[in-house]
């Protein structure tokens, strides 16, 4: 058999046959060296270019939502609720106590320490008012404007503390220190509280529902209130027994675990509908623990009676200023760690 060569040979001739051939080397030299690759992986399965890996979306970190302190920080903070909010018994300049101010709101009150913790972007506001009840929350008090008014929809964050005069904590305390013959004693108190409590049950929640319609987009922050006595030993010059002291403290116990409730329903309210916002509460029972009245370091104040009324003097059994240092605290802590689920 004829080979290729000598055919070609004998056809063209000696040097024609040779510049076909210098053509077809020629053309084969020039193959793409891409496509090398490719033939070598399809014949000796070598060398086979692996495909780029697919890229994919982490859901997580598309899906991750603001944090607890972004959510505070992202619009206003206003600091609305009671005396222990407003910061009596914490009084520091002679400007805390004006006569004058209706709300004795004082310069070490919890609300200038959160206030300068973090960076509002716009700013923050203080608006408790000493005296106040969930109605003048809603409706004002003593010629001042509705609390609830000073919020909207750019407030993020709200701090509260609210109840304490619902049940008429003051006129109580009043009723344990001053044991007169006509007086009803301390504990003989318990059913007049617990139809209070009743009614507070029904006007805690409704105000929590206002203040979060007004506020959609804010966290809401509700104290309870600390244990006031040490129930180690009678209170020097308050005429307390340590049984009576006991008694007291369950009230105030009492208080927080319905103000815990409401704020818990409050928020999976919130949570059902997938509002954006919370409402967070902050346990405040054991916040003096070691430092209730009758302790040598107290963070509340003993007693100052208005005998003429057979009332409390305000700042009786109220923070002092380590006592509101110790509620802002809690506050602080309960900002950066949030209510435990996310928040939109």
């Known amino acids: 058999m004829t080979s290729p060569v000598a055919w070609m040979r004998a056809r063209l001739g000696e040097r024609r046959a040779a510049l076909v051939l210098l053509v077809v080397l020629l053309a084969l030299a020039v193959v793409p060296l891409a496509a090398m690759p ?17 890229k994919r979306t982490d859901p997580v970190a598309v899906r991750r939502g603001p944090t607890p302190l972004e959510v505070a920080t992202r619009g206003s903070y206003v600091a609305l609720g009671d005396s222990y909010s407003a910061g009596v018994g914490a009084e520091a ?15 070490k009150a919890y609300y200038h320490e959160v206030s300068q913790a973090f960076r509002f972007a716009r700013g923050t506001s203080f608006w408790a008012c000493s005296g106040a009840t969930t109605d003048d929350v809603l409706d004002g008090r003593g010629g001042e404007p509705p609390q609830i008014g000073r919020i909207g929809r750019d407030t993020s964050l709200i701090t509260i503390s609210i109840g304490g005069n619902d049940v008429g904590f003051s006129k109580v305390l009043a009723g344990c220190v001053v044991k007169l013959p006509w007086g009803r004693g301390c504990t003989s108190q318990g059913e007049e509280i617990a139809g209070k409590m009743s009614e507070l049950r029904q006007d805690l929640p409704a105000l929590l529902a206002k203040i979060t319609a007004r506020a959609p987009y804010a966290r809401v922050i509700v104290m309870g209130y600390p244990k006031a006595f040490s129930e180690v030993s009678g209170v020097d010059g308050d005429n307390i ?36 916002g919370s409402v967070e509460f902050v346990d405040a029972y054991s916040a003096f623990a070691g430092h209730e009245v009758g ?25 002092t200023i380590a006592g509101q240092h110790a509620l802002a605290q809690l506050f602080t802590e309960q900002i950066k760690k949030g209510p435990g689920r996310p928040l939109s």
């Not at 300049?93 to 310069?107: E, F, G, I, K, W």
């Not at 003429?308 to 700042?315: D, N, T």
């Open 241 to 276: 027994t340590v049984s009576d002291q006991r008694w007291l403290n369950a009230r105030a116990y009492d208080l927080g675990r319905l103000i815990r409730q409401s704020v818990i329903e409050a928020d999976a309210r919130k949570a059902a509908t997938h509002g954006r």
């Open 295 to 319: 302790s040598p370091n107290a963070y509340m104040n003993g007693l100052t009676l208005n005998l003429s009324a057979l009332e409390a003097e305000p700042r009786s059994y109220h923070p």
């Open 38 to 54: 490719a033939v070598r992986c399809e014949v000796f399965g070598g060398g086979c270019p692996r495909p780029a890996p697919e």
């Open 93 to 107: 300049t002679v400007a805390d106590q004006n006569p004058l101010d209706r709300c004795h709101r004082t310069s």
